[in-house]
């Protein structure tokens, strides 16, 4: 079965130096029948102004992923890591038994990242940090495994029963993912069309799958793609 979800619909937060859209339930934004799906919990769309950031706070037992569309995402926290995440990179951060951070935009332009949590599979683990660069070549034409359990294929490891793909699709540029039909899946659409089963999707939308044998990616043009396979 595949529901999809249209860009319009996720919940939506003007902050002034924050945009954001929400997948699903986060903040002021609640809506009972989008809590998540399997252990994907959050997924927002995020565009950060030049000069402003996200101050130091705090998380607990979450696996959080930034991955960066335009701009660049200065990163700060108490394992004494100092980082930037320009696009291409994926960047995973364990919070287990706590840790602080910040993350700032002191790029001359506005920023444009995603932000996803996934429950991680152990509570109160050490806090970790990972950051990989995943060149375009990599993910053009296919889905490129950008994180996993395992670090399997030079992957970002996360804590947490969840691999996530990337992909950049046109054409007649295609992808076909084995999915066990125990198991869920969530296609997100970053930018352009793709079809997802033969499903047309556009910017901002995302597929929802469940109790399919395959994922097949097809129709694109100039298509961004994030697909996550994820615990029940």
């Not at 130091?56 to 992923?65: A, K, Q, S, V, Y």
């Not at 050490?126 to 994180?147: D, I, N, S, W």
């Not at 970002?156 to 950049?168: E, K």
């Not at 930018?191 to 097949?216: C, H, K, M, P, Y």
Request: hydrophobic share 40%; glycine share 10%; net charge negative.
């Amino acid at each position: 079965m595949l529901t999809v979800r249209k860009s319009l619909d996720r919940g939506y937060a003007d902050h002034g130096w924050l945009k954001s859209r929400h997948s699903f339930s986060f903040a002021e934004y609640y809506d009972p029948k989008h809590m998540g799906w399997g252990n994907l919990r959050v997924i927002n769309e995020d565009r950060i102004a030049t000069g402003t950031g996200f101050g130091t706070h705090g998380h607990r037992d979450m696996e959080i992923i930034s991955y960066v569309l335009s701009g660049e995402l200065a990163h700060k926290d108490t394992m004494g890591n100092s980082t930037v995440i320009p696009p291409g990179d994926v960047q995973r951060m364990s919070a287990g038994s706590g840790v602080q951070h910040s993350e700032f935009n002191h790029a001359a332009t506005e920023t444009h990242f995603f932000q996803i949590w996934i429950e991680p599979g152990a509570k109160s683990i050490a806090p970790g940090y990972e950051q990989k660069r995943f060149a375009t070549a990599e993910k053009r034409g296919r889905l490129r495994l950008v994180a996993s359990p395992d670090g399997a294929n030079g992957s970002v490891t996360i804590h947490a029963d969840a691999s996530l793909y990337a992909g950049l699709f046109d054409g007649v540029e295609s992808a076909a993912l084995t999915l066990n039909p125990q198991r869920k899946c969530y296609v997100h659409l970053v930018r352009g069309e793709v079809r997802a089963n033969g499903v047309s999707l556009a910017a901002g939308d995302a597929a929802l799958i469940e109790g399919e044998t395959q994922l097949t990616l097809d129709g694109a043009r100039e298509a961004e793609v994030l697909v996550f396979e994820l615990a029940p």
